[in-house]
Protein backbone atom coordinates (compact mmCIF):
# COMPACT_ATOMS: atom_id res chain seq x y z
CA UNK A 1 0.00 0.00 0.00
CA UNK A 2 1.39 3.66 -1.20
CA UNK A 3 1.99 5.93 1.80
CA UNK A 4 -0.33 8.25 0.82
CA UNK A 5 -2.90 7.87 -2.18
CA UNK A 6 -4.90 10.04 -4.38
CA UNK A 7 -8.02 9.32 -6.88
CA UNK A 8 -5.45 10.57 -9.78
CA UNK A 9 -8.83 12.39 -11.87
CA UNK A 10 -8.71 13.61 -14.16
CA UNK A 11 -11.69 15.80 -12.92
CA UNK A 12 -13.18 17.85 -15.81
CA UNK A 13 -15.65 20.61 -13.91
CA UNK A 14 -17.25 23.97 -15.76
CA UNK A 15 -16.22 26.95 -14.03
CA UNK A 16 -18.01 28.24 -11.11
CA UNK A 17 -17.88 24.58 -9.87
CA UNK A 18 -17.58 23.29 -6.38
CA UNK A 19 -14.57 20.21 -6.50
CA UNK A 20 -13.25 18.08 -3.35
CA UNK A 21 -10.65 16.15 -4.12
CA UNK A 22 -9.68 13.38 -0.81
CA UNK A 23 -6.41 11.88 0.15
CA UNK A 24 -5.70 9.25 2.54
CA UNK A 25 -2.25 8.28 4.32
CA UNK A 26 -1.01 4.68 6.16
CA UNK A 27 1.04 6.08 8.68
CA UNK A 28 -0.81 7.17 12.02
CA UNK A 29 2.31 8.92 13.32
CA UNK A 30 2.14 11.38 10.48
CA UNK A 31 2.83 14.83 12.06
CA UNK A 32 2.06 17.60 9.60
CA UNK A 33 -0.04 17.49 6.33
CA UNK A 34 -0.13 19.95 3.41
CA UNK A 35 -1.41 20.63 0.06
CA UNK A 36 0.43 21.51 -3.05
CA UNK A 37 -0.22 23.16 -6.64
CA UNK A 38 1.91 21.38 -9.35
CA UNK A 39 1.59 23.22 -12.95
CA UNK A 40 2.12 21.46 -15.98
CA UNK A 41 6.25 21.13 -16.02
CA UNK A 42 6.84 23.19 -13.13
CA UNK A 43 7.90 22.88 -9.60
CA UNK A 44 4.95 22.57 -6.98
CA UNK A 45 4.52 25.19 -4.69
CA UNK A 46 2.44 25.13 -1.05
CA UNK A 47 -0.96 25.64 -1.53
CA UNK A 48 -2.26 25.21 1.55
CA UNK A 49 -0.96 23.50 5.27
CA UNK A 50 -3.86 21.31 6.45
CA UNK A 51 -4.66 22.00 10.48
CA UNK A 52 -6.21 19.43 12.81
CA UNK A 53 -9.51 22.06 13.38
CA UNK A 54 -9.73 22.92 9.72
CA UNK A 55 -8.76 25.55 7.49
CA UNK A 56 -9.94 28.20 4.99
CA UNK A 57 -7.96 30.30 2.69
CA UNK A 58 -10.39 32.23 0.52
CA UNK A 59 -11.91 29.34 -2.20
CA UNK A 60 -10.32 26.54 -0.59
CA UNK A 61 -11.27 24.80 2.26
CA UNK A 62 -8.77 22.08 3.63
CA UNK A 63 -10.02 19.01 6.14
CA UNK A 64 -7.87 16.53 8.22
CA UNK A 65 -9.76 13.62 10.11
CA UNK A 66 -6.80 11.86 11.79
CA UNK A 67 -8.85 9.03 12.88
CA UNK A 68 -9.78 7.98 9.52
CA UNK A 69 -6.69 8.98 7.93
CA UNK A 70 -8.10 11.13 5.54
CA UNK A 71 -7.48 14.65 4.37
CA UNK A 72 -9.88 16.44 1.92
CA UNK A 73 -9.21 19.72 -0.16
CA UNK A 74 -12.26 21.51 -0.88
CA UNK A 75 -12.56 24.59 -4.17
CA UNK A 76 -15.22 26.64 -4.28
CA UNK A 77 -16.37 28.47 -7.34
CA UNK A 78 -13.58 27.07 -9.31
CA UNK A 79 -11.49 29.31 -12.28
CA UNK A 80 -9.75 28.35 -15.06
CA UNK A 81 -6.62 29.52 -13.55
CA UNK A 82 -7.52 26.35 -11.03
CA UNK A 83 -6.74 23.85 -13.41
CA UNK A 84 -3.55 21.89 -12.19
CA UNK A 85 -2.43 19.01 -10.67
CA UNK A 86 -3.18 18.86 -6.89
CA UNK A 87 -0.26 17.49 -4.74
CA UNK A 88 -1.70 15.68 -1.19
CA UNK A 89 1.47 15.30 1.05
CA UNK A 90 1.85 13.99 4.49
CA UNK A 91 5.36 15.05 6.93
CA UNK A 92 6.73 11.97 8.53
CA UNK A 93 8.52 13.12 11.45
CA UNK A 94 11.10 11.76 13.39
CA UNK A 95 12.40 12.16 17.06
CA UNK A 96 14.86 14.91 16.77
CA UNK A 97 13.57 16.94 14.65
CA UNK A 98 13.96 15.37 11.13
CA UNK A 99 11.34 15.39 8.25
CA UNK A 100 10.21 13.05 5.76
CA UNK A 101 8.18 14.59 3.14
CA UNK A 102 6.02 12.15 1.17
CA UNK A 103 3.91 13.21 -1.99
CA UNK A 104 1.10 11.27 -3.20
CA UNK A 105 1.05 11.39 -7.39
CA UNK A 106 -1.79 13.96 -7.70
CA UNK A 107 -5.04 14.94 -8.66
CA UNK A 108 -5.09 16.13 -12.06
CA UNK A 109 -8.04 19.17 -12.40
CA UNK A 110 -9.28 20.55 -15.57
CA UNK A 111 -11.58 23.59 -15.38
CA UNK A 112 -13.53 24.58 -18.66
CA UNK A 113 -15.54 27.32 -19.62
CA UNK B 1 16.22 36.74 -2.45
CA UNK B 2 16.13 33.78 -0.80
CA UNK B 3 16.02 30.71 -2.81
CA UNK B 4 16.39 27.41 -4.02
CA UNK B 5 18.31 26.93 -7.53
CA UNK B 6 18.56 24.05 -9.61
CA UNK B 7 21.21 23.59 -12.45
CA UNK B 8 21.38 22.55 -15.07
CA UNK B 9 17.46 23.31 -16.23
CA UNK B 10 17.96 20.27 -18.98
CA UNK B 11 21.13 18.01 -19.28
CA UNK B 12 21.24 14.97 -21.91
CA UNK B 13 23.58 12.27 -20.88
CA UNK B 14 24.66 9.25 -23.10
CA UNK B 15 24.40 5.71 -21.37
CA UNK B 16 26.73 4.28 -19.06
CA UNK B 17 27.74 8.17 -18.30
CA UNK B 18 27.23 9.59 -14.38
CA UNK B 19 26.42 12.89 -14.45
CA UNK B 20 25.79 15.18 -11.57
CA UNK B 21 22.74 17.54 -10.61
CA UNK B 22 23.42 20.52 -8.72
CA UNK B 23 21.17 21.48 -5.69
CA UNK B 24 21.99 25.37 -3.79
CA UNK B 25 19.61 27.11 -1.91
CA UNK B 26 20.55 30.08 0.92
CA UNK B 27 17.13 29.63 3.05
CA UNK B 28 19.63 28.62 5.70
CA UNK B 29 17.52 25.57 5.31
CA UNK B 30 18.87 22.47 7.23
CA UNK B 31 16.33 19.68 5.28
CA UNK B 32 17.05 19.01 1.94
CA UNK B 33 15.46 16.35 -0.59
CA UNK B 34 15.22 15.13 -3.77
CA UNK B 35 12.34 13.92 -5.73
CA UNK B 36 12.30 12.14 -8.90
CA UNK B 37 8.53 12.69 -11.23
CA UNK B 38 7.83 10.64 -14.18
CA UNK B 39 5.53 11.98 -17.03
CA UNK B 40 2.03 11.72 -15.14
CA UNK B 41 3.14 10.30 -12.11
CA UNK B 42 3.81 11.89 -8.54
CA UNK B 43 7.37 12.82 -6.91
CA UNK B 44 8.83 9.81 -5.45
CA UNK B 45 11.28 10.21 -2.92
CA UNK B 46 15.58 9.82 -3.41
CA UNK B 47 17.50 10.91 -0.97
CA UNK B 48 17.27 13.38 2.11
CA UNK B 49 19.01 14.83 4.22
CA UNK B 50 18.59 16.72 7.69
CA UNK B 51 22.28 18.00 8.55
CA UNK B 52 25.36 18.47 7.49
CA UNK B 53 27.68 15.09 6.30
CA UNK B 54 24.68 13.13 7.05
CA UNK B 55 21.78 11.61 4.48
CA UNK B 56 19.41 9.03 4.38
CA UNK B 57 18.09 6.75 1.09
CA UNK B 58 14.18 7.04 0.11
CA UNK B 59 12.08 4.89 -1.53
CA UNK B 60 14.42 4.78 -4.79
CA UNK B 61 17.83 5.32 -3.90
CA UNK B 62 19.38 2.52 -6.50
CA UNK B 63 21.18 4.01 -8.92
CA UNK B 64 22.01 7.40 -7.41
CA UNK B 65 24.37 8.65 -4.47
CA UNK B 66 24.78 12.33 -2.72
CA UNK B 67 26.73 14.34 -0.70
CA UNK B 68 26.02 16.73 2.02
CA UNK B 69 29.74 18.55 2.54
CA UNK B 70 27.56 22.16 2.91
CA UNK B 71 24.19 23.05 4.22
CA UNK B 72 23.61 24.75 1.26
CA UNK B 73 24.62 22.19 -1.46
CA UNK B 74 23.24 18.63 -2.17
CA UNK B 75 24.26 17.40 -5.31
CA UNK B 76 22.95 14.54 -6.64
CA UNK B 77 24.65 11.94 -9.07
CA UNK B 78 22.44 9.77 -11.36
CA UNK B 79 25.20 6.49 -11.93
CA UNK B 80 25.35 4.36 -14.66
CA UNK B 81 23.62 1.72 -12.71
CA UNK B 82 20.20 3.61 -12.85
CA UNK B 83 18.65 1.95 -15.79
CA UNK B 84 16.40 4.22 -16.36
CA UNK B 85 17.38 8.04 -15.71
CA UNK B 86 15.25 10.09 -17.80
CA UNK B 87 12.82 12.20 -15.90
CA UNK B 88 12.56 15.38 -14.35
CA UNK B 89 14.73 15.63 -11.11
CA UNK B 90 13.16 18.19 -8.21
CA UNK B 91 15.59 18.94 -5.22
CA UNK B 92 13.43 20.68 -2.21
CA UNK B 93 14.36 22.32 1.30
CA UNK B 94 12.91 23.07 4.60
CA UNK B 95 13.22 23.94 7.92
CA UNK B 96 14.14 21.74 10.09
CA UNK B 97 13.04 23.34 13.19
CA UNK B 98 9.81 23.79 12.36
CA UNK B 99 8.59 20.32 12.33
CA UNK B 100 4.74 20.99 12.27
CA UNK B 101 5.17 23.40 9.74
CA UNK B 102 7.34 22.02 7.57
CA UNK B 103 6.66 23.66 4.04
CA UNK B 104 9.24 22.38 1.45
CA UNK B 105 10.30 24.89 -1.43
CA UNK B 106 11.19 23.68 -4.18
CA UNK B 107 13.94 24.57 -7.22
CA UNK B 108 12.75 24.78 -11.11
CA UNK B 109 13.69 21.12 -11.98
CA UNK B 110 16.57 19.50 -14.31
CA UNK B 111 15.02 17.68 -17.06
CA UNK B 112 17.46 14.67 -17.41
CA UNK B 113 17.39 12.55 -20.54
CA UNK B 114 19.30 9.98 -21.54
CA UNK B 115 20.13 9.97 -25.38
Known amino acids: RKEVEQDPGPFNVPEGATVAFNCTYS??????FFWYRQDCRKEPKLLMS???SGNEDGRFTAQLNRASQYISLLIRDSKLSDSATYLC??????????????FGAGTRLAVHP | DGGITQSPKYLFRKEGQNVTLSCEQN?????MYWYRQDPGQGLRLIYY???????QKGDIAEGYSVSREKKESFPLTVTSAQKNPTAFYLC??????????????FGQGTRLTVV
Open chain 2, 49 to 55: SQIVNDF
Open chain 2, 27 to 31: LNHDA
Open chain 1, 50 to 52: VYS
Open chain 1, 89 to 102: VVNNAFSGGYNKLI
Open chain 1, 27 to 32: NSASQS
Open chain 2, 92 to 105: ASSARDRVLSAEAF
